[in-house]
C-alpha cells in the first residue's frame, strides 16, 4: 500500500535548498530544450513530427488561439478525416523539451475537448530526470514546477476561462507569495484553491479542513466553482482531497457556456495512478471512487517513464533498461524501448492502455528479439513464472463491472 505525503506538507515549506538546485529548476522551467524526457545515456535528437498546424476540421469556439500541432492540415475540401488525424498522431514521438511539450500537451487537450470529454488527465515527469533525482530537491519544488507548467498550459485556454487549483487555500496564498504572483497571473487565468473559505472568515488555520481532508470524505460544503471559468487545472491533490474534484464536477457538469460547451476539469500531473494505490485505505476514498469517477478521466497527453532490472546468466550480470507509456490524444499508447543512444523506440502501439505488468513484459519480448535476454523457451516456464508471478495487474487494471473504460482508451 503507497502512502502519499502532501507535497505541501508542514516542515517541507521552509527547507533552505541549495544553489544549485535553484539553478536547475530555472533551467528546467526555461523554454530552451534540454532534453528532459530523453535517457540521460546521450542527448537527444529533435524528433521529425508530422506537419504542425490547426487540428479538428471544424472550428470551435472553445479552440485557442494558438497552435494545434502534429496532425494534417485541413484543406478547402473539408480537412484531415478522423483516421488521417489519429494515424499522424499515433506516430507523434515523446517531446525533446518542456516547450515542445506544453505545445503538444495543449493540441491533445484541444482535440479532446472538441470530442466531447469533460474530464481530462496529463501526466508527465514535471523536472528532468537528472533533477529529480538531486537529494536537495524536496516535494515542494516538483509542486511549484508543476504550479508553473499549469498556469503556462493556461495560457493557451485563457479565452475560455481557466482556474489553476490547488487544494486549499493556505496552500494557494503560500504557492502565491513564493511565486510572487497575483491570483490572476495572466488574463483569463487566475490561480485559486479548490475549498474555500466563507466570506468573512478570515483565520489563518481552519481545524475543519484538516479533520475533513484527513477522513477523506468531501470537502464539508466548502467546494465552489470559480466565476467565467470553463476549465479547471487541478494541482498537487493528494487521495483525500480528489473527492473534492468530484464534488466540483457534480456542481458543474450541467452548465452550458453561450456556445452549449460543457466546463472541463483537467487534472494535471497528480500521478492519477499512484493515487489509485491508496484507494480503499484507512482514511482514504474507497475503491469505488474509481469506478465511478476516476475511471471517466481520458488521458490526453501521458508520458510515464519505467526503469527495470534483470539478472542475465553473462556479464554485466544486471540489466538495467528503461522505457516509457506514451500517449497524445488522440493517439494510441505506445510502448517505447529506451535504445541508450538518446532515443526510444516504438515496441508496440495499442489504442487500450497496458498494464504495468503488460507493459514490462512488451520490453522484455523486444530485449529478447534483440538477443539482450534469453528466449523464453530457453529460459523454462518456472523461471519466468518465477519472475512474473502469479498476477501482474493492480486491482484498479482488472475490469471491472462499474467501471468506465475512459481511463484506458
Known amino acids: 500500500m503507497t502512502m502519499t505525503t502532501h507535497p505541501m506538507a508542514p516542515g517541507r515549506q521552509g527547507n533552505k535548498r541549495s544553489n544549485a538546485a535553484v539553478a536547475m529548476l530555472s533551467i528546467a522551467l526555461s523554454t530552451a530544450p534540454i532534453h528532459a524526457f530523453a535517457p540521460q545515456s546521450a542527448s537527444v535528437s529533435s524528433h521529425n513530427t508530422v506537419a504542425s498546424a490547426a487540428a479538428a476540421a471544424a472550428k470551435s469556439p472553445r479552440r485557442p488561439a494558438t497552435l494545434l500541432m502534429n496532425i494534417p492540415i485541413p484543406t478547402a475540401e473539408g480537412g484531415a478525416t478522423p483516421e488521417e488525424i489519429k494515424s499522424a498522431a499515433d506516430s507523434i514521438a515523446p517531446p525533446a523539451s518542456f516547450y515542445e511539450l506544453q505545445r503538444a500537451s495543449v493540441s491533445a487537450t484541444q482535440m479532446a475537448i472538441d470530442d466531447g470529454f469533460t474530464l481530462l488527465e496529463i501526466e508527465f515527469p514535471p523536472l528532468p530526470a537528472n533533477v529529480l533525482e538531486m537529494d536537495d530537491v524536496s516535494a515542494y519544488d516538483v509542486a511549484?514546477?508543476?504550479?508553473?507548467?499549469?498556469?503556462?498550459?493556461?495560457?493557451?485556454?485563457?479565452?475560455?476561462?481557466?482556474?489553476?487549483?490547488?487544494?486549499?487555500?493556505?496552500?494557494?496564498?503560500?504557492?502565491?507569495?513564493?511565486?510572487?504572483?497575483?491570483?490572476?497571473?495572466?488574463?483569463?487565468?487566475?490561480?485559486?484553491?479548490?475549498?474555500?473559505?466563507?466570506?468573512?472568515?478570515?483565520?489563518?488555520?481552519?481545524?475543519?479542513?484538516?479533520?475533513?481532508?484527513?477522513?477523506?470524505?468531501?470537502?464539508?460544503?466548502?467546494?465552489?466553482?470559480?466565476?467565467?471559468?470553463?476549465?479547471?487545472?487541478?494541482?498537487?491533490?493528494?487521495?483525500?482531497?480528489?473527492?473534492?474534484?468530484?464534488?466540483?464536477?457534480?456542481?458543474?457538469?450541467?452548465?452550458?457556456?453561450?456556445?452549449?460547451?460543457?466546463?472541463?476539469?483537467?487534472?494535471?500531473?497528480?500521478?492519477?495512478?499512484?493515487?489509485?494505490?491508496?484507494?480503499?485505505?484507512?482514511?482514504?476514498?474507497?475503491?469505488?471512487?474509481?469506478?465511478?469517477?476516476?475511471?471517466?478521466?481520458?488521458?490526453?497527453?501521458?508520458?510515464?517513464?519505467?526503469?527495470?532490472?534483470?539478472?542475465?546468466?553473462?556479464?554485466?550480470?544486471?540489466?538495467?533498461?528503461?522505457?516509457?507509456?506514451?500517449?497524445?490524444?488522440?493517439?494510441?499508447?505506445?510502448?517505447?524501448?529506451?535504445?541508450?543512444?538518446?532515443?526510444?523506440?516504438?515496441?508496440?502501439?495499442?489504442?487500450?492502455?497496458?498494464?504495468?505488468?503488460?507493459?514490462?513484459?512488451?520490453?522484455?519480448?523486444?530485449?529478447?528479439?534483440?538477443?539482450?535476454?534469453?528466449?523464453?523457451?530457453d529460459e523454462g516456464a518456472l523461471f519466468g513464472f518465477l519472475r512474473t508471478g502469479y498476477k501482474t495487474t493492480t486491482w484498479w487494471e482488472d475490469e471491472r463491472e462499474d467501471a468506465s473504460m475512459d481511463w484506458r482508451t
Not at 487544494?167 to 513564493?178: F, R, Y
Open 144 to 377: 511549484k514546477a508543476n504550479v508553473n507548467l499549469a498556469l503556462d498550459f493556461a495560457k493557451s485556454f485563457s479565452e475560455m476561462g481557466v482556474a489553476v487549483m490547488l487544494p486549499d487555500e493556505s496552500e494557494c496564498n503560500i504557492m502565491l507569495e513564493d511565486l510572487k504572483v497575483g491570483d490572476k497571473p495572466y488574463p483569463g487565468v487566475t490561480l485559486t484553491s479548490l475549498r474555500k473559505g466563507v466570506e468573512g472568515d478570515d483565520r489563518i488555520f481552519k481545524p475543519e479542513n484538516v479533520l475533513i481532508g484527513l477522513m477523506g470524505r468531501g470537502s464539508g460544503g466548502t467546494v465552489r466553482p470559480s466565476d467565467n471559468t470553463n476549465m479547471y487545472v487541478i494541482v498537487v491533490a493528494s487521495a483525500q482531497e480528489l473527492p473534492d474534484v468530484e464534488e466540483l464536477y457534480e456542481q458543474i457538469k450541467d452548465q452550458k457556456d453561450e456556445n452549449g460547451n460543457s466546463p472541463v476539469i483537467v487534472f494535471y500531473n497528480l500521478k492519477l495512478d499512484v493515487l489509485r494505490g491508496d484507494l480503499g485505505a484507512p482514511a482514504f476514498p474507497g475503491k469505488d471512487f474509481q469506478d465511478r469517477f476516476l475511471s471517466r478521466v481520458k488521458p490526453a497527453y501521458y508520458l510515464r517513464t519505467r526503469q527495470y532490472s534483470r539478472s542475465v546468466p553473462q556479464p554485466p550480470f544486471i540489466l538495467n533498461y528503461q522505457g516509457c507509456i506514451f500517449r497524445s490524444y488522440p493517439g494510441h499508447y505506445q510502448t517505447l524501448l529506451d535504445t541508450g543512444t538518446g532515443r526510444y523506440r516504438k515496441v508496440v502501439g495499442s489504442d487500450v492502455r497496458p498494464a504495468l505488468g503488460e507493459f514490462k513484459e512488451q520490453l522484455t519480448d523486444a530485449l529478447r528479439e534483440e538477443g539482450a535476454i534469453a528466449k523464453k523457451e
